[in-house]
Nanobody
Framework: QVQLVESGGGLVQAGGSLRLSCAASGRTFSMFGMAWFRQAPGKEREFVAAVRWSGGSTLYADSVKGRFTISRDIAKNMAYLQMNSLKPEDTAVYYC????????????????WGQGTQVTVSS
């Protein structure tokens, strides 16, 4: 089992920045990938960014490419999402996910999830 805890959400004005953190514990040696997803009210959970735990390859949704950066610190078992140039449409609950077999794929494919952190971008 892997436990994930997100932090860093909050309220920010459009154009501002936030940095989300995801702390992993438990069987972290088994992680193959970590990702960030988000879910806005009334919408399905959508992929934001992913990182391959070993090697550091990254993948981004088109909607955040060039504005968001995902990174990981293996020694600290942490993943981060730096969000710049935030827009009101980025408002959502952001979830961290981890999996022992994959580093890309839809939400239903991921085994471990955090509780989420709210990000609200005002116009």
């Amino acid at each position: 089992q892997v436990q994930l805890v997100e932090s860093g959400g909050g309220l920010v004005q459009a154009g501002g920045s936030l940095r989300l953190s995801c702390a992993a514990s438990g069987r972290t040696f088994s992680m193959f990938g970590m990702a960030w997803f988000r879910q806005a009210p009334g919408k399905e959970r959508e992929f934001v960014a992913a990182v391959r735990w070993s090697g550091g390859s990254t993948l981004y949704a088109d909607s955040v490419k060039g504005r968001f950066t995902i990174s990981r610190d293996i020694a600290k078992n942490m993943a981060y999402l730096q969000m710049n140039s935030l827009k009101p449409e980025d408002t959502a609950v952001y979830y961290c996910a981890a999996d022992p077999r994959l580093w890309t794929g839809p939400a239903a494919s991921w085994d471990y999830w955090g509780q989420g952190t709210q990000v609200t971008v005002s116009s």
